[in-house]
């Protein structure tokens, strides 16, 4: 049984970081994209960044590029998003997941809340 569970949200001040961890269980990630996506009531889950399967190769929404750092660790089949100079906009349920397929993210985590106040 595959799992991701996400770990490291919470309530930060703005300008604070916080780093998300990802860790997968159940089946070897390693030859795979990842991706944190994040999500708000009312809309639509956004994919915040991605990483290919080396790490060679990266991906950030514009609103994020600068401020956070996607790293993935194949030997502990997991994957990070550092988040610096976080703002009140930043604030979402951000989730992990894993594109088995290329562009389809297949296996989701539970989820891990972001809250930054002002």
């Known amino acids: 049984q595959v799992q991701l569970v996400e770990s490291g949200g919470g309530l930060v001040q703005a300008g604070g970081s916080l780093r998300l961890s990802c860790a997968a269980s159940g089946r070897t990630f390693s030859s795979s994209a990842m991706g944190w996506f994040r999500q708000t009531p009312g809309k639509e889950r956004e994919l915040v960044a991605n990483i290919n399967w080396s790490g060679g190769a990266t991906y950030y929404t514009d609103s994020v590029k600068g401020r956070f750092t996607i790293s993935r660790d194949n030997a502990k089949n997991a994957v990070y998003l550092q988040m610096n100079s976080l703002k009140p906009e930043d604030t979402a349920v951000y989730y992990c997941?894993?594109?088995?397929?290329?562009?389809?993210?297949?296996?989701w985590g539970q989820g891990t809340q972001v809250t930054v106040s002002s």
């Open positions: 997941a894993v594109a088995t397929l290329p562009g389809l993210y297949n296996y």
